[in-house]
């Protein structure tokens, strides 16, 4: 029977959202028992959420100062070290998780399958292919641990109210020195996190400027919704990387996508597949974003938004 460990994901004391949608996707290969590890250098916090998680047996924390920040080479040896008495490890397909997993799987001697979007059996998973496309079933070597990803937008995150038993884990690895935290850039906002808000808005490049884009920012601010862009709104300078939805961004789910000034190009539309209800505002009437839009609002954005803003 299947045994999951699942790598939490955490910055700042606070646990990732991403870390509970992981539970999701153990929890449907009904296995024996799901545990979570923390590591960081005080792991004590995020323990206490991961505990909560229903459905998690124990909460295994290392702490360690050389896991005050997240770097895979660091963590991926203790990980592959924990890892001895589990059927499977999970990690979130996240930025975290893409560069952590690999590592771990290497020192597994295994090959991680990623993206896990449904599970079919205990080494039997779905994933999407080109640019989510097309869906393939993969099946991991059922003699070896399976190390994988977890698609964050496929799986809800798992109820709180759990209990589990939190204890600290005791892990002898040699850690490399080839590696070191230098130092994190990271945009500060005060709007909900892009990947694991309810509401999101995005500009594309119909926006038309760095300036322009305020007309986004305040209404999303008026729905409470975190700001996406289209690649080519960010290629134009008009906000950062970090807000890119779609293939080569973020792959987000939210219950409500609101799109201002995006075409609908399958590169974007990757990115909301798993998205709610699809809102889509643009001027021209053929663009293909109101093919797969639940509500389409043909007009001038710049004429449209602060109607609707004013309306609500
Ligand atoms: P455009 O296609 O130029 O569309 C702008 C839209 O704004 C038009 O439909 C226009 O009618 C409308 N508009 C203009 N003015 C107004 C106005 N005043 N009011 C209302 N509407 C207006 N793209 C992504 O978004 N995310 C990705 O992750 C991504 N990854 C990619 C990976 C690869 C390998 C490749 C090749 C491409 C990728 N792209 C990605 C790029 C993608 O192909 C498109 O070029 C991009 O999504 C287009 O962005 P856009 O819709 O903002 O711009």
Redesign the pocket.
């Known amino acids: 029977m299947a045994k999951v460990l699942i790598v939490a994901e955490h910055l700042d004391g606070k646990l990732n959202a991403s870390t509970a949608k992981c539970v999701s996707a153990a929890q449907a290969l009904s296995p024996e028992a799901i545990d979570i590890v923390v590591l960081a250098a005080d792991p004590a916090a995020v323990a206490t959420e991961a505990a909560q998680v229903a459905g998690v047996a124990n909460v295994r924390t290392v702490a360690n100062t050389a896991n005050a920040n997240a770097v895979a080479q660091i963590l991926a040896p203790q990980i592959a070290k924990l890892a001895d008495g589990y059927s499977h490890v999970f990690g979130p397909s996240t930025t975290f998780g893409k560069d952590l997993m690999p590592c771990v799987a290497a020192l597994l001697g295994t090959a991680q399958v990623s993206d896990v979007m449904a599970i079919e059996g205990s080494h039997t998973f779905k994933r999407p292919i080109y640019a989510g496309n097309a869906i393939i079933t993969v099946e991991a070597p059922a003699d070896h641990v399976v190390v994988a990803t977890v698609r964050t937008a496929s799986w809800p995150e798992a109820a709180k109210g759990g209990n589990a038993a939190v204890e600290a884990a005791s892990v002898e690895a040699s850690l490399p020195t080839h590696t070191r935290y230098v130092g994190l850039a990271a945009g500060k906002s005060d709007r909900p996190d892009l990947q694991s808000a309810r509401r999101v808005v995005s500009g594309?490049?119909?926006v038309?400027s760095e300036g322009n884009f305020k007309i986004v920012y305040d209404f999303a601010d008026k729905l409470g919704a975190a700001v996406g862009a289209?690649?080519?709104?960010v290629d134009a300078g008009y906000c950062p990387n970090e807000m890119?939805?779609?293939?080569?961004?973020k792959i987000i789910a939210p219950d409500l996508y609101v799109a201002i000034?995006?075409?609908?190009?399958i590169?974007?539309l990757t990115?909301i597949k798993d998205a709610g209800t699809i809102v889509a505002?643009?001027?021209?009437a053929e663009?293909p974003?109101f093919e797969i839009a639940d509500i389409g609002l043909v007009?001038?954005?710049?004429t449209v938004l602060p109607e609707l803003q004013a309306a609500l």
Do not use: E
């Not at 890119?244 to 961004?249: A, F, M, W, Y």
């Not at 000034?261 to 190009?265: D, F, H, P, R």
């Not at 007009?299 to 710049?302: N, V």
């Open positions: 594309g490049r119909g038309g289209s690649r080519a709104a890119q939805v779609g293939q080569t961004g000034g995006i075409s609908g190009a590169q974007h990115g505002i643009n001027k021209d663009a974003i007009g001038d954005l710049f």
